[in-house]
């Protein structure tokens, strides 16, 4: 099976944008696709990652307001504008909901939900006042629309954070244009604290109809999408990017061995 394509059909020549989260996993792989398409990626995160760094790097906590405000301003100041954000950073450990400490939720809301309208009023202030507007991605889960036992707190901030993007997109427009993109299960070198070993991540892979895990590229593409004039009259959207979800489960609880969609 062949990984998406970095950016194709997509001329993202000179935009600005930036992808919270992107020196690792999944913002690594956006930041890549936007970079092909000709964008100008900063990637942000607390610190950088292991290595020379291949994008432009701002040092940030996204839950913190002052800071976040702070690189905005950077960035407007280093390239006179900003033309796109990703809302990439987030993500959650398996922690039970009984099992949690005081305060774990909250740390996971304020991470996976508040951040990103953080960073989003942050960037529209800017956007807002130029004459292309601006565009906002916001990465979201599966989990957010499913069940999430272990990362209960994580699926309720990300089903916030798709009613959030809904509601900016009808206060930001026509200026700035948000929408959200809907990540299922992605291969990233962190997979291994998800899904075990790679015989792990193969065996859900194949509970997936596409029979693999997503690959960053191809959730960047989705987002590259988003932020190009091909989205023009996108706003308020969620584009769902999990393969075709996952097989319902009485399929395989029931007369298995004689469904065609069985394992």
Partial sequence: MT?????????????VVL????VRGVGAGIATV?????????????????????????ACDVRDPAAVAAMVAGIVDRHGRLDGVVNNAGGSPFV?????????????????LVAPLVVARAAQAVMA??????????????????????????????AGLDNLTTSLAVEWAPKVRIN???AGPVRTESSHLHYGDDDGVAAVGRTIPMGRLAEPADIGNAVAFLLSPLASYITGST????GGGEKPAFLDAANAGNSPLGS
């Fill in 239 to 242: 584009l769902t990017v999990h």
């Fill in 180 to 182: 959200s993109v809907i």
């Fill in 34 to 58: 936007l970079a092909d398409a000709g964008a100008i990626p900063v990637v942000c995160a607390r610190r950088p990652g292991d290595g020379a760094p291949v994008h432009e790097f701002a």
């Fill in 129 to 158: 006042g130029q004459d292309g507007g601006g565009a906002i991605v916001n990465v979201s889960s599966v989990s957010g629309h499913r069940p999430s036992p272990g990362t209960a707190a994580y699926g309720a901030a990300k």
């Fill in 96 to 112: 039970l909901a009984a099992e949690a400490s005081d305060g774990f939720s909250s740390k996971i809301v304020e991470l996976n």
């Fill in 19 to 22: 992808v919270t989260g992107g």
């Fill in 3 to 15: 990984a998406a394509v970095h950016g194709v059909g997509l001329d993202l020549s000179g935009q």
